[in-house]
């Protein structure tokens, strides 16, 4: 005996919400979402790259003058003395990477959701021009 399965559409997953039928006006306001949300990001990725530039180059020049005033008999010492003077420069800078890159993927998730809508789009606005949808 053959048994019937219920197989559910889905876009992204078998828990996926968004995967129901669109029209062309959700989609157009989902992409304008997307937009507005990525333009926000450019600003947001802009101001967290320049706060890793600048906690890098507060770590460059605390380390130099560490170095440089390090009383080590030999390079390494002097090298290991100025890691350990700079410490809380050096996580400053690794916290600021950290987000400057958790923006920049947010950015680039965006991008990809972006894409995706504008392809749902292009989906939406066949199926309608193929069931005359609109025609007088």
């Known amino acids: 005996m053959s048994e019937i399965v219920d197989i559910k559409p889905t876009v992204g997953g078998d828990d996926d919400e968004d995967a129901d039928v669109h029209n062309p006006v959700a989609v157009e306001l989902a992409i304008r979402k997307i937009a507005n949300r990525t333009a926000k990001g450019v600003s947001e990725c802009a101001r967290r790259l320049d706060a ?3 906690a890098t180059r507060v770590y460059d020049q605390a380390y130099a003058r560490a170095y440089k005033n390090a009383t ?6 002097r090298k290991y003395d100025a890691v350990l003077a700079t410490e809380k420069e050096a996580e400053a800078r690794d916290t600021a990477e950290v987000a400057y890159k958790y923006a920049a993927g ?6 990809a959701e972006l894409s995706a809508w504008q392809s749902i789009n292009k989906s939406v606005n066949n199926m309608y021009q ?3 949808v609109g025609r007088t």
């Open 130 to 132: 193929v069931a005359g």
């Open 106 to 111: 947010i950015a680039d998730f965006l991008e």
């Open 52 to 54: 890793w530039r600048t």
């Open 72 to 77: 080590g008999t030999n390079q390494y010492a």
